[in-house]
């Protein structure tokens, strides 16, 4: 045996980007990389993110959905490139090198991640550029398309160690199927849980709207904790336990500030202060200013309305858009934020539903019947229902008037009781 | 010394254990029973829009089934496929046509599940998978049917009240064109999968 003289030079501590594209174009990384992009340009194109209200919340929300599908697949491979290195006894030779184990796992890490994260941007920049970008963008948006990436990473580490630990060929598809259930299944949860759901399939922003930054700040820091720990306590030494203990305190912090924040995943952006305001005869309505094209159909609608319920019940002369606080603060909310509509007829719905008189008794049936019945009646009269209804008969004034009031008066009880 | 019955089953039953006949066969029996007894219809994401829409679980008991497939076209040894003087391309191609009538018949067991549809959606995905098999061996072949599952289900009906065309396998409504093309890439997958064996599984 010749001993090799100590050249003096360091052994490498990264990866290099020679290495990481070689590790990138063999085996499975190669194979759900390339199954991944056509997959991506798919779906990318398949979305019709025009039926969102202008601006990159949308877009940039369904680009982290994709994440739903990439980031369990990208486990997958990962656990089968890491078994199959352990299978051939490559991860055996490995520990004889400068790196070790951590560092063939790194490298299967960032090439299967590396290709998982490019299809992911890929679906996204596909859907955001057929979008209409014309609204408004805000940093919180800008965490989507980044929690999806971190999920990918993440969703890598977990299959790379997986695939360290068994060898089994089974483990890669079970892996992958038992992550995309779990996330497909707790997209449909509600209430605290729907805070664990890494997308947000359901949820649409309007103009007023953005994603929930703190809670997808939150969900973030819990996936690159949990694939940390997970990294950490599949190495050895001191080291391990150590951050195996920080991990599991980090993770321990999240979850507690994922109980603690609002499950909902949409916020109001950052009002203008003070709000733009548009007046039209004796009304005014204070927007976002992305909606100021649309006010003068919508004062129309409020025009109507409020001209057919004025009579009957005290309306308020000044409204307000969701989330706009200031100049008018305690004015009704006028909901327009999310109808694309040019013509009145599109803003009636939302104009009755700031006039009439809001029930504190909905679950009192007689309350309700009164509601609807005033609902259908509005609708029917600014031209916006179906005229031929039994719900609103043909009436003389004077009768009309008693039937109004009659379902005023039921409103009115329920408010007073 | 083994008497004659058991002598003369142990041949098949060895060769049957090689080609992970054992565990197919759970695969298939445990999607039969998730046909039967599982859900009938799984929700699909409402992605930009407000409509309800949801796949009979049929359709997506094709991915259990390549996976079955998968397990259940192993080779004992590369090597014995690539020197044998026997025609093998003829015995693997019988035996993932075996392993697709099972799945067949598997997923078709669901109430309400009629032929074609099964035969749509094992074919797509069983194909697909045979085809990645044949390129880059059994080991990563599971990855083609399982994104394609897996983004159809995501995506797959994103927009609109009906389901995109690259998802077809799903559509409960199957059309002839729709099986007719789950055929033909099954057939296509099984053929280059079959001709595959005087190459051996390098991957593997």
């Given at each position: 045996?010749?001993?090799?003289?100590p050249?003096?030079?360091?052994?490498?501590?990264?990866?290099?980007?020679r290495?990481?594209?070689?590790?990138?174009?063999?085996?499975?990384?190669?194979?759900?990389?390339l199954?991944?992009?056509?997959?991506?340009?798919?779906?990318?194109?398949?979305v019709?993110?025009?039926?969102g209200?202008?601006?990159?919340?949308?877009?940039?929300?369904?680009?982290?959905?994709?994440?739903?599908?990439?980031?369990?697949?990208?486990?997958?491979?990962?656990?089968?490139?890491?078994?199959?290195?352990?299978?051939?006894?490559?991860?055996?030779?490995?520990?004889?090198?400068?790196?070790?184990?951590?560092?063939?796992?790194?490298?299967?890490?960032?090439?299967?991640?590396?290709?998982?994260?490019?299809?992911?941007?890929?679906?996204?920049?596909l859907?955001?550029?057929?979008?209409?970008?014309?609204?408004?963008?805000?940093?919180?948006?800008?965490?989507?398309?980044?929690?999806?990436?971190?999920?990918?990473?993440?969703?890598?580490?977990?299959?790379?160690?997986?695939?360290?630990?068994?060898?089994?060929?089974?483990?890669?598809?079970?892996?992958?199927?038992?992550?995309?259930?779990a996330?497909?299944?707790?997209?449909?949860?509600?209430?605290?849980?729907?805070?664990?759901?890494?997308?947000?399939?359901?949820?649409?922003?309007?103009?007023?709207t953005?994603?929930?930054?703190?809670?997808?700040?939150?969900?973030?820091?819990?996936?690159?904790?949990?694939?940390?720990a997970?990294?950490?306590?599949?190495?050895?030494?001191?080291?391990?336990?150590?951050?195996?203990?920080?991990?599991?305190?980090?993770?321990?912090?999240?979850?507690?500030?994922?109980?603690?924040?609002?499950p909902?995943?949409?916020?109001?952006?950052?009002?203008?202060?003070?709000?733009?305001?548009?007046?039209?005869?004796?009304?005014?309505?204070?927007?976002?200013?992305e909606?100021?094209?649309?006010?003068?159909?919508?004062?129309?609608?409020?025009?109507?309305?409020?001209?057919q319920?004025?009579?009957?019940?005290?309306?308020?002369?000044?409204?307000?858009?969701?989330?706009?606080?200031?100049?008018?603060?305690?004015?009704?909310?006028?909901?327009?934020t999310?109808?694309?509509?040019?013509?009145?007829?599109?803003?009636v719905?939302?104009?009755?539903?700031?006039?009439?008189?809001?029930?504190?008794?909905?679950?009192?049936?007689?309350?309700?019947?009164?509601?609807?019945?005033?609902?259908?009646?509005?609708?029917?009269?600014?031209?916006?229902?179906?005229?031929?209804?039994?719900?609103?008969?043909?009436?003389?004034?004077?009768?009309?008037?008693?039937?109004?009031?009659t379902?005023?008066?039921?409103?009115?009880?329920?408010?007073?009781? | 010394?083994?008497?004659?019955l058991?002598?003369?089953?142990?041949?098949?039953?060895?060769l049957v254990?090689?080609?992970?006949?054992?565990?197919?066969?759970?695969?298939?029996?445990?999607?039969?029973?998730?046909?039967?007894?599982g859900?009938?219809?799984?929700?699909?994401?409402?992605?930009?829009?407000?409509?309800?829409?949801?796949?009979?679980?049929?359709?997506?008991?094709?991915?259990?089934?390549?996976?079955?497939?998968?397990?259940?076209?192993?080779e004992?040894?590369?090597?014995?496929?690539?020197?044998?003087?026997?025609?093998?391309?003829?015995?693997?191609?019988?035996r993932?046509?075996?392993?697709?009538?099972?799945?067949?018949a598997?997923?078709a067991?669901?109430?309400?599940?009629?032929?074609?549809?099964?035969?749509?959606?094992?074919?797509a995905?069983?194909?697909?998978?045979?085809?990645?098999?044949?390129?880059?061996?059994?080991?990563?072949?599971?990855?083609?049917?399982?994104?394609?599952?897996?983004?159809?289900?995501?995506?797959?009906?994103?927009?609109?009240?009906?389901?995109?065309?690259?998802?077809?396998?799903?559509?409960?409504?199957?059309?002839?064109?729709?099986?007719?093309?789950?055929?033909?890439?099954?057939?296509?997958?099984?053929?280059t999968?079959?001709?595959?064996?005087?190459?051996?599984?390098?991957?593997?």
């Amino acid at each position: 045996v010749t001993a090799v003289p100590p050249t003096g030079a360091r052994p490498a501590r990264g990866v290099s980007y020679r290495v990481w594209r070689s590790a990138a174009a063999t085996g499975a990384p190669r194979v759900g990389g390339l199954l991944l992009l056509g997959i991506a340009v798919l779906t990318g194109l398949g979305v019709d993110a025009s039926a969102g209200t202008p601006g990159w919340a949308n877009p940039l929300n369904a680009g982290l959905v994709t994440a739903l599908f990439i980031a369990p697949v990208v486990a997958g491979t990962a656990a089968a490139q890491t078994g199959f290195l352990r299978r051939h006894g490559v991860l055996g030779v490995a520990r004889t090198a400068p790196g070790g184990v951590p560092r063939t796992r790194g490298l299967v890490l960032l090439a299967t991640g590396g290709w998982g994260g490019l299809a992911l941007l890929l679906a996204t920049a596909l859907i955001v550029a057929r979008a209409d970008r014309s609204g408004p963008f805000t940093p919180e948006m800008a965490l989507l398309p980044l929690s999806g990436l971190v999920g990918v990473v993440s969703a890598s580490a977990v299959g790379t160690v997986l695939g360290g630990i068994r060898d089994s060929r089974a483990v890669a598809p079970l892996l992958t199927l038992g992550l995309f259930t779990a996330g497909y299944a707790v997209s449909f949860t509600h209430g605290r849980w729907l805070t664990l759901s890494p997308t947000f399939p359901a949820t649409f922003y309007t103009v007023a709207t953005q994603p929930h930054g703190a809670l997808v700040a939150a969900q973030m820091l819990l996936a690159a904790s949990i694939a940390a720990a997970l990294l950490t306590v599949s190495g050895s030494g001191r080291r391990r336990t150590a951050a195996t203990l920080t991990a599991v305190v980090v993770v321990a912090a999240v979850v507690g500030v994922l109980m603690r924040v609002s499950p909902a995943p949409v916020e109001f952006r950052t009002a203008p202060d003070p709000a733009p305001c548009v007046t039209s005869a004796d009304l005014s309505m204070c927007v976002w200013p992305e909606d100021l094209t649309a006010t003068r159909p919508a004062l129309a609608a409020l025009t109507t309305v409020t001209g057919q319920i004025g009579g009957y019940w005290p309306t308020a002369r000044r409204y307000r858009e969701p989330g706009i606080i200031r100049p008018a603060p305690d004015a009704p909310v006028y909901d327009v934020t999310s109808i694309s509509s040019t013509t009145a007829v599109g803003f009636v719905p939302a104009a009755i539903t700031a006039v009439l008189p809001r029930s504190r008794c909905p679950a009192d049936m007689s309350v309700r019947a009164a509601e609807n019945d005033l609902y259908v009646w509005l609708e029917a009269t600014a031209g916006a229902g179906p005229t031929d209804t039994t719900d609103t008969p043909v009436l003389s004034p004077r009768q009309r008037r008693s039937w109004v009031a009659t379902r005023l008066a039921v409103i009115d009880r329920c408010r007073t009781r | 010394v083994p008497d004659p019955l058991k002598r003369r089953l142990l041949l098949p039953w060895t060769l049957v254990r090689g080609w992970g006949g054992p565990e197919a066969a759970l695969i298939l029996l445990a999607v039969g029973v998730l046909a039967r007894l599982g859900p009938r219809r799984v929700p699909l994401l409402s992605v930009f829009t407000a409509a309800d829409l949801s796949v009979p679980t049929a359709g997506l008991l094709g991915l259990l089934c390549a996976l079955g497939v998968l397990a259940g076209t192993r080779e004992p040894s590369d090597t014995l496929t690539v020197t044998s003087p026997r025609p093998v391309p003829a015995l693997r191609a019988a035996r993932v046509l075996l392993l697709a009538a099972g799945s067949v018949a598997a997923v078709a067991a669901g109430p309400g599940t009629t032929v074609a549809a099964a035969v749509t959606t094992v074919g797509a995905l069983t194909g697909e998978q045979l085809l990645l098999a044949a390129l880059v061996g059994r080991s990563f072949s599971w990855v083609a049917p399982m994104t394609h599952a897996l983004a159809a289900i995501t995506l797959g009906a994103t927009s609109r009240g009906d389901i995109a065309i690259w998802a077809w396998f799903l559509d409960s409504h199957t059309s002839a064109v729709g099986t007719a093309a789950s055929v033909l890439v099954f057939l296509t997958g099984t053929s280059t999968w079959a001709a595959r064996s005087r190459t051996g599984d390098s991957a593997d």
